[in-house]
């Protein structure tokens, strides 16, 4: 992450997993990514980077089949730890 964001630094990640949960709708797919670190700072950017390769990865490997697909709703879902501390996003709907 530290060589595509500005003000990233490099941090020695213990663990990434990456999610995929296809809807009912059979229309779109929800990735979620979970980053294991062991120091002080919050993982969140290499999270959110995660989740956005993947669905850009997605989108490349589907895009002959249809080129008006979105990516979207990419967001912080909880994290601990850092500066800013805790977060837990509330649900919004069911």
């Given at each position: 992450?530290?060589?595509?964001?500005?003000l990233?630094?490099?941090?020695?990640?213990?663990?990434?997993?990456?999610?995929?949960?296809?809807?009912?709708?059979?229309?779109?797919?929800?990735?979620?990514?979970?980053?294991?670190?062991?120091?002080?700072?919050?993982?969140?950017?290499?999270?959110?980077?995660?989740?956005?390769?993947?669905?850009?990865?997605?989108?490349?490997?589907?895009?002959?089949?249809?080129?008006?697909?979105?990516?979207?709703?990419?967001?912080?879902?909880?994290?601990?730890?850092?500066?800013?501390?805790?977060?837990?996003r509330?649900?919004?709907?069911?």
């Amino acid at each position: 992450v530290d060589s595509i964001i500005p003000l990233c630094h490099p941090l020695a990640i213990s663990s990434i997993a990456i999610d995929f949960q296809f809807h009912d709708d059979g229309r779109s797919i929800g990735i979620e990514a979970r980053v294991g670190y062991k120091g002080k700072t919050g993982v969140e950017m290499e999270a959110l980077t995660a989740v956005s390769v993947a669905a850009l990865t997605l989108y490349d490997m589907c895009k002959s089949a249809d080129k008006g697909m979105v990516i979207s709703d990419i967001r912080l879902l909880r994290k601990s730890g850092g500066k800013s501390g805790n977060f837990v996003r509330e649900q919004q709907g069911s």
